[in-house]
């Protein structure tokens, strides 16, 4: 291990001493590594050109705004920023952010969901992970209640009823995108259209067309449903690390929410600032012994 790590350390000192310098300014000192980052990103905004694409002038401007910026963060430490109260506050707070974004990294770790668990929330929980029913619909719609009829007569007599619903769909429906998918809606499922259309869709039979015209806000539809899906639950091979990963952030976030709520009963908090009123129920509750 130490070897390793020994070899590892010399490449690094290595790549660093073999850095091409492009330029200086001072005690400032600008080299390929320090405006690679740089240059890859000039690189992605000109639209995916290559890094060896960038032109001398572009790759001059890069190594000129990068002196800028060390020549201003001179300026910026020379002025006694760092020596503020202000500058030391903020330094604490990002410490602070940095450490409890890893400690909270490390105890998610620690949490653990068995395939146990994951497969009795999916037991539990069977409607989330079912998909619903569905039919497979076309309509044509008019605005009068006659033509509607005559058109499922006219329909009722066609020898192939899914070829004569299209051209009548297409000739006929004022649905603007009838023109385009000769009225044919597709698979849908409960809540998606208004609810006379939804009743009388769902109700009829696979291959049947409604035998009334059946009226909404929109007009006067003759609906034909083609197909349908039966409600399915999903297999729950397919989705156990899902749930595993949802419980697992579930489970974590109840163990920080307890361990939080621990610290706060033994830490002894005493409030310096007026407190609000109780709420009713908390006035009605006993008193604890």
């Known amino acids: 291990m130490k070897k390793f790590l020994f070899t590892t350390l010399s490449l690094a000192v290595a790549m660093s001493l073999n850095a091409a310098v492009l330029a200086t300014a001072g005690d400032i000192s600008v080299s390929d590594e320090d405006i690679a980052p740089l240059v890859e990103a000039q690189s992605m905004h000109a639209m995916g050109a290559e890094p060896s694409k960038i032109t001398d ?131 849908v499922r409960k809540g998606i259209f208004v609810q006379e259309f939804e009743d009388a869709a769902f109700a009829l039979q696979d291959g049947e067309i409604s035998k009334e015209p059946v009226k909404t806000q929109f007009g006067y539809h003759v609906i034909y449903k083609q197909g349908s899906k039966k409600a399915e639950k999903m297999p729950f091979d397919g989705l156990k690390e899902r749930i595993k990963e949802g419980l697992k952030g579930q489970k974590f976030k109840e163990t920080l929410d307890k361990k939080a709520d621990d610290l706060f009963e033994k830490a002894k908090v005493e409030y310096k600032m007026p407190l609000p009123a109780p709420k009713a129920d908390e006035k009605a509750a006993p008193a604890k012994k």
């Not at 910026?76 to 330094?91: M, V």
């Not at 079912?130 to 329909?155: F, M, Q, R």
């Open 57 to 187: 002038e572009d790759k001059k401007n890069i190594v000129d705004s990068y002196i800028k910026y060390k020549l201003l963060m001179k300026e910026a430490k020379a002025s006694g920023i760092e020596d503020s109260a202000e500058f030391k506050k903020q330094i604490e707070l990002a410490k602070e952010g940095i450490i409890f974004n890893m400690w909270q990294e490390n105890e998610f770790k620690k949490v653990s969901v068995s395939d146990e668990e994951a497969k009795k929330y999916y037991d539990e929980n069977g409607d989330i992970f079912t998909n619903p029913e569905e039919v497979s619909v076309s309509h044509i719609l008019v605005e009068d209640e006659k033509v509607a009829k005559e058109i499922i007569d006219t329909l009722s007599k066609a020898k192939n009823l899914k070829d004569e619903f299209k051209k009548l769909a297409t000739e006929k429906s004022i649905d603007p995108s009838a023109k385009e998918n000769s009225g044919d809606l597709g698979f």
